[in-house]
């Protein structure tokens, strides 16, 4: 058995070919989705990066884990105490440590342990190569080392290689000899200027006049991204720099998969690709950054290529990131591990059949604190900690109807947001009482002073929204801050 599990970061399904975009950034991984099963409505237990990446390593929650920042105490893993033994549970109960057990040599082609300093992301692979960046990497930096590793061990027995690519990641980077590819394709129908004129009236890090989170900056290395949204022109530079960076990391796998086929094990290969988390690019506001457990950020891609398995399916139920594990462990006939929180998705895999959810509960705690909950039709947001954006409390979206969340019915749908807070309450208590610690943490970061991206700028922030004609925002957000100054 050989798996290779591409680790696309900051990859949103709906500007992919294959869940019905409609501009030509992903003709590798199209054609991978035609010979597959597509996923329709997989998501992040928890956003961003560190926390979607604990989860789906461990196979379960932030709250069971402790990891839901990008910094304090709720950056780093729960420690296991008394019931430790001599190599922790990471050793033996996390998805790589499993693939071994079954008997797979495991890699990781990334530098994400260093970049989130979370070394435990390392546990259970036989070899790791850091890529060197932090996250900065450029397909063209990673993919070398891709090729040599496939090279030197393609033609083993077993294996499973996790390879990570960041091109969607802002800030956007294809190199600019790449050209534009999409310089004559439309924009997405649903972003106007009178959206954009409306956004730059909010108060939002990353939003339309502070792309860069608290001001409009600039990288000259960068010139895909710029660091605000005036106009149409402005957001056609910044939809192109993301969609150019999807389009040339696609190429990039299309040189892996040559590769691999050159080594003659392309056909016999088991193909995953998924993301971290996707990205909002107006969603709420928010342009260029994944700031939310909303539809925009939580939604990610996932496309399974099976040999021996049909093609050409769909599967719509609800499932988590952090399912992957159990997922694999029923294909590869191990056993579930006593920790996990995931549920296999195998048989939609083997048989088409429906084993999705009746409902997700999603989190957010490293730009704001939030908890999401996905059921039919319905994107319920609950707001702890705003990230300096003056979200409501509740915010309600028929995301069917408005994939883009432009419309909050929470005012008009009293009875949907009641059942979305009951369904929160019940995955809550469930959550708490499964383990051994007492506390959430979620209100771990509130009581450490807000999500890690929100600590020290509220002062220099209230003072831009005052010098670009939103004093209004500036005093409301004085308002609900009092103590943040």
Not at 55 to 71: C, D, N, Y
Not at 134 to 152: C, F, K, N, Q
Not at 299 to 304: A, W, Y
Request: charged residues 25%.
């Amino acid at each position: 058995m050989r798996i290779l599990y591409l680790d696309l970061d900051t990859l949103r399904p709906d500007h992919l070919g294959c869940y019905g975009y409609h501009r030509n950034t992903s003709p590798n991984l199209d054609a991978l989705a035609q010979q597959g099963t597509v996923f329709t409505n997989c998501y992040c237990s928890d956003a961003p990066c560190l926390p979607s990446r604990a989860a789906l390593m461990t196979g379960q929650f932030g709250l069971h884990t402790g990891v839901v920042g990008h910094g304090a105490t709720a950056a780093d893993m729960r420690l296991e105490g008394y019931s430790r033994d001599f190599h922790g549970r990471l050793a033996r109960e996390n998805l790589p440590a499993m693939l071994r057990q079954a008997g797979l040599y495991t890699a990781s082609i990334s530098p994400f342990a260093e970049r989130h300093g979370a070394w435990w992301f390392n546990a259970g692979f036989n070899e790791m190569h850091n890529t060197g960046k932090g996250g900065m990497e450029s397909a063209e930096e990673i993919t070398p080392t891709v090729l040599r590793w496939i090279a030197a061990n393609a033609g083993r027995e077993d294996w499973f290689l996790h390879v990570n690519y960041w091109d969607p990641h802002t800030p956007y980077r294809a190199p600019e000899e790449f050209g534009d590819p999409f310089a004559d394709d439309p924009l997405p129908e649903w972003l106007t200027p009178e959206i954009i004129a409306y956004h730059r009236t909010l108060a939002s890090p990353h939003g339309a006049q502070e792309i860069s989170m608290y001001s409009n900056e600039e990288s000259p290395q960068y010139p895909r991204h710029p660091g605000e949204v005036r106009d149409l022109r402005d957001m056609r530079r910044l939809i192109d720099g993301y969609d150019c960076g999807l389009r040339y990391m696609d190429e990039h796998i299309g040189r892996l998969l040559a590769a691999l086929d050159e080594q003659g094990v392309l056909e016999d290969l088991v193909i995953i690709v998924s993301a971290d988390h996707g990205e909002n690019l107006g969603e709420l506001g928010i342009y260029a950054e994944h700031a939310t457990p909303d539809y925009a950020t939580a939604r990610l891609p996932l496309l399974v290529r099976w040999p021996g398995l049909p093609g050409g399916r769909t599967d719509t139920g609800l499932h988590y990131n952090l399912d992957l594990a159990p997922t694999l462990a029923e294909m590869l006939g191990r056993e579930a591990k006593p920790s996990w929180d995931g549920r296999s998705w195998a048989p939609a895999l083997q048989r088409g059949e429906d084993c999705g959810r009746e409902y997700l509960v999603l989190s957010q705690c490293a730009h704001t604190c939030m908890r999401g909950v996905r059921m039919g039709p319905w994107m319920y947001l609950r707001t702890y900690h705003d990230g300096y954006r003056l979200f409501p409390q509740e915010m309600l979206y028929d995301i069917e109807q408005d994939p883009h969340e432009q419309h909050d019915l929470a005012p008009a749908q009293p009875e949907v947001c009641r059942e979305a807070v009951w369904r929160l309450n019940e995955w809550h208590d469930a959550m708490m009482q499964s383990m051994p610690y007492a506390t959430d943490p979620l209100w771990t970061v509130m009581r450490e002073g807000g999500p890690l991206h929100t600590r020290g700028h509220l002062a220099a922030y209230v003072e831009r929204l005052r010098a670009t004609d939103r004093a209004d925002k500036a005093e409301a957000l004085l308002q609900r801050h009092p103590t943040e100054l």
